[in-house]
């Protein structure tokens, strides 16, 4: 039974930071892959950033240069190191987990960017 728990969302102004936390806990399968995914009012879920075992990672053309994911691989805790805020990073963040075909979900934390 894996469960993840995300947190550190707010309300932050435009070019302010802002640091996720997603811990999982459970029987975590290897290989696996962990990321962030957000999703705006209105819109469909889309992907923030990934990190996976061998700590490959992948970033979302509108983040690159302002996010930065991390993972400690001991703890099966991932990060998501948010700068330069912009009112379209508004929205829910959810941490995902992929592990062996297996796809789980954090509760979402919202993150709201404001002018």
């Known amino acids: 039974q894996v469960q993840l728990v995300d947190s550190g969302g707010g309300l932050v102004q435009a070019g302010g930071s802002l640091r996720l936390s997603c811990a999982a806990s459970?029987?975590?399968?290897?290989?696996?892959?962990m990321g962030w995914y957000r999703q705006a009012p209105g819109n469909q879920r889309e992907l923030v950033a990934t990190?996976?075992?061998?700590?490959?990672?992948n970033y979302a053309d509108s983040v690159k240069g302002r996010f930065t994911i991390s993972r400690d691989y001991f703890n099966n805790t991932i990060y998501l190191k948010m700068n330069n805020l912009k009112r379209e990073d508004t929205g829910v963040y959810y941490c995902?987990?992929?592990?062996?075909?297996?796809?789980?979900w954090g509760q979402g934390t919202q993150v709201t960017v404001s002018s």
């Open positions: 990190i996976d075992s061998s700590a490959k990672t």
């Open positions: 995902n987990l992929d592990a062996w075909g297996h796809v789980y």
């Open positions: 459970g029987t975590i399968f290897l290989p696996n892959a």
